[in-house]
């Protein structure tokens, strides 16, 4: 004996579960796409059937704003932990920074007393070189 046709009410219910365990997003109009009816028949005939896959789409897109939303957490934390993080980069090398100010400092400092010297060295140097000339 053959099977009997499916009714359009059984083939409904066939594509609302299917997409229901599929974690599909279900709208009206899909749903009728699917079955090869207008969405116009399911408000009006099946109207059972419609509240269920309003009710569905809802549940959907409350679990989907949910995930999005803690996946908005997470990078507004892991945004934070990386401002944290670059934060105290700054500081340690506004630190360094400031270190090598200070040594270049006392290296301009140190390289002016050096110029210094040796001036005087080549002074000295110049007078000894003119004392020997005259013995």
């Given amino acids: 004996m053959a099977d009997a046709p499916l009714t359009t009410r059984q083939k409904l219910l066939l594509i609302i579960e299917g997409m229901e365990q599929a974690d599909s997003i279900i709208t009206i109009s899909g749903v009728a796409r699917e079955a090869g009816i207008s969405s116009s ?63 270049n400092a006392s290296l301009q400092l140190e390289n002016g007393r050096l110029k210094a010297l040796n001036r005087k060295y080549l002074e000295e140097s110049n007078r000894l070189k003119g004392d020997i000339a005259k013995i």
């Fill in 41 to 103: 028949a399911i408000h009006n005939r099946y109207s059972d059937l419609a509240d269920r896959i309003r009710a569905s789409a809802g549940v959907m897109k409350g679990q989907d704003a949910k995930g999005k939303l803690g996946k908005q957490r997470g990078t507004i934390m892991e945004e934070k932990a990386k401002r944290a993080r670059l934060r105290q980069e700054l500081a340690q090398v506004k630190a360094l920074l400031q270190k090598a100010d200070s040594v």
